[in-house]
């Protein structure tokens, strides 16, 4: 009898598991995804890869900038270059569906140009720090916060250093 109620019981509550594929699957919002990366506040420190596990990061220069590539068919997505990542560039998203086709394989990657910029004092080459706390590293708050950014960490230093002195 214990039975047959339980399964009436069971058959009114309807189904216990998500209907996936048939339907949208029930994601949890801190499930570790596929890795997104916001190339805006990227200062290209190049942490992510050093951490990366599986060795999926990877950084590529040439003449437009920095270039990241994130192999997602190797990711296994521990989250370590999420955890590591001083500006927080690096998230790891909810989206979970990574199946592909196997001569889709070498397609699974994403990529992201950090660019470079010349110095406005010496005109070097270099990455542009766009994360107030790369600025308050070096002391500066207030209106020359803009003009420190277009300046290359040596040049940085020596305003620093004049500004110390005053």
Avoid at 17 to 24: C, F, K, M, S
Avoid at 52 to 66: K, N, P
Avoid at 96 to 106: G, L, M
Avoid at 121 to 139: H, N, S
Wanted: glycine content about 6%.
């Amino acid at each position: 009898m214990n039975i047959l109620k339980l399964l009436l019981g069971n058959l009114i509550k309807g189904p216990a598991t998500d209907p996936y594929p048939l339907g949208e699957a029930i994601t949890p919002a801190a499930y570790r995804g596929r890795v997104a990366i916001d190339e805006a506040t990227c200062v290209g420190c190049k942490m992510c890869e050093h951490v990366c596990a599986a060795g999926a990061i990877r950084f590529t220069e040439d003449e437009a900038g920095l270039h990241f590539l994130i192999w997602h068919n190797s990711c296994v997505t521990c989250g370590l270059c999420a955890v590591y990542c001083p500006t927080k560039a690096i998230t790891l998203t909810t989206n979970w569906q990574t199946s592909h086709r196997q001569e889709d394989k070498y397609k699974q990657v994403d990529h992201a140009t950090i660019p470079f910029t010349n110095c406005s004092c010496c005109g070097v080459r270099f990455l542009k720090a766009q994360d107030p706390l790369m600025l308050l590293a070096y002391k500066t708050v207030g209106p020359n916060e803009e003009r420190l950014r277009d300046l290359c960490p040596q040049c940085r230093q020596v305003e620093s250093a004049k500004g110390a002195k005053v």
